[in-house]
């Protein structure tokens, strides 16, 4: 069974903070997306990342896929309250298993 | 706005009654999905379906059952049901069946079984 697990569970931070969270598995995925959900909303996609080693950046979010395909993490700079929410990644191994979800870095970003 | 609808937003039954949880995807979308999202398991995949047929079936309970209709729209049954049921319910939808596709997600249906 593949695995994601995130760290830290909890992150909160001041405004204008640099932080990082991460995604780790023993298992490689075909690709791994980032989402984002805010209380009494379902998950929204932040981005998708496919090959080792890519990093994609969306505004002050920074993505990247680990060359072994086993790993992400996800940088944000100069934090906003806005960006407050629960962060998950999921993972698939190949077009015919179920995205795997982590349970998620819940972010508190305090003005 | 994802596009995905979900009924109801709350759902509150007793033990041993049955619910019925209703999505309509993303216009244009074949795929729906089904999870369950509770604190402690995190969101866990119940079962797929694409175009009207199961896709593919994850940790969904045998009290659980779920259908697409002709117009894409899925119902999401859950019976005898128990405490431990009680958890956020999501369906999301995709363009095409790949189980690695993006998924957009509705706002849920949170149910609480007293």
């Known amino acids: 069974t593949q695995l994601l697990e995130q760290s830290p569970q909890f992150l909160s931070i001041q405004e204008g903070e640099n932080l990082t969270v991460y995604c780790n598995s023993s298992s490689v995925f075909s690709s791994l997306q980032w989402y984002r959900q805010e209380p009494g909303e379902g998950p929204v996609l932040l981005v998708t990342v496919v090959t080792g080693g890519e990093v994609k950046k969306l505004k002050r979010l920074t993505f990247q896929f680990g060359d072994a395909r086993k790993d992400s993490s996800l940088h944000i700079t100069a934090a906003q309250p806005g960006d407050t929410g629960l962060y998950l990644c999921?993972?698939?191994?190949?077009?015919?298993?179920?995205?795997?979800f982590g349970k998620g870095t819940r972010l508190s970003v305090i003005a | 706005d994802s596009g995905v609808t979900q009924t109801p937003k709350h759902l509150i039954t007793a033990t041993g009654q049955r619910v019925t949880l209703r999505c309509s995807p993303r216009?244009?979308?074949?795929?729906v999905y089904w999870y369950q999202q509770s604190l402690d398991q995190g969101l866990q995949f119940l079962i797929q379906y694409y175009n009207g047929e199961e896709r593919a079936k994850g940790n969904i309970l045998e009290r659980f059952s779920a259908q697409q209709f002709p117009d894409l729209h899925s119902e999401l049954n859950l019976s005898s049901l128990e405490l431990g049921d009680s958890a956020l319910y999501f369906c999301?939808?995709?363009?095409?069946?790949?189980?690695?596709?993006?998924?957009?997600f509705g706002n849920g249906t949170r149910l609480t079984v007293t």
């Open positions: 999921a993972g698939s191994d190949s077009g015919n298993t179920p995205l795997v």
């Open positions: 216009s244009g979308d074949l795929s």
């Open positions: 999301a939808s995709s363009v095409t069946q790949g189980l690695g596709s993006p998924l957009h």
